[in-house]
Nanobody, 121 residues
């Protein structure tokens, strides 16, 4: 079982990035998928959660319409499109999956290694 987030990098404020999460060793559509982030000085927090078929989506308040989560179960891959990035979005971004009904940090089943996002001029 493996999850790998990638696509991070250095971007200027106002810029965009698209993160991908590739799953292997299991069937992604059996799980809810969550994107989490850990920004400097803070605990890991939920960014977005998407249901098994992609029809149910949650965003944390700080997203403010800037991010879009999606998934392609046929490709065992999920995405997080991030627009209008701010310096406070800087951090490590992780994808994670759960068979529970909610994306709760302590209850996720598998975690991938994170990808670093740095928003700076």
């Amino acid at each position: 079982v493996q999850l790998q987030a990638f696509g991070g990098g250095l971007v200027q404020p106002g810029g965009s990035l698209r993160l991908s999460c590739a799953a292997s060793g299991f069937t992604l559509n059996d799980y809810l998928l969550g994107w989490f982030r850990q920004t400097p000085g803070k605990e890991r927090e939920l960014v977005s959660c998407i249901g098994k078929s992609g029809d149910t989506i949650f965003y944390s308040g700080f997203v403010q319409g800037r991010f879009t989560v999606s998934r392609d179960n046929g490709q065992n891959t999920a995405y997080l499109q991030m627009e209008s990035l701010k310096p406070e979005d800087t951090g490590a971004y992780y994808c994670s999956v759960t068979k529970n009904v909610l994306c709760v940090r302590s209850d996720m089943d598998y975690w991938g290694k994170g990808t670093q996002v740095t928003v700076s001029s």
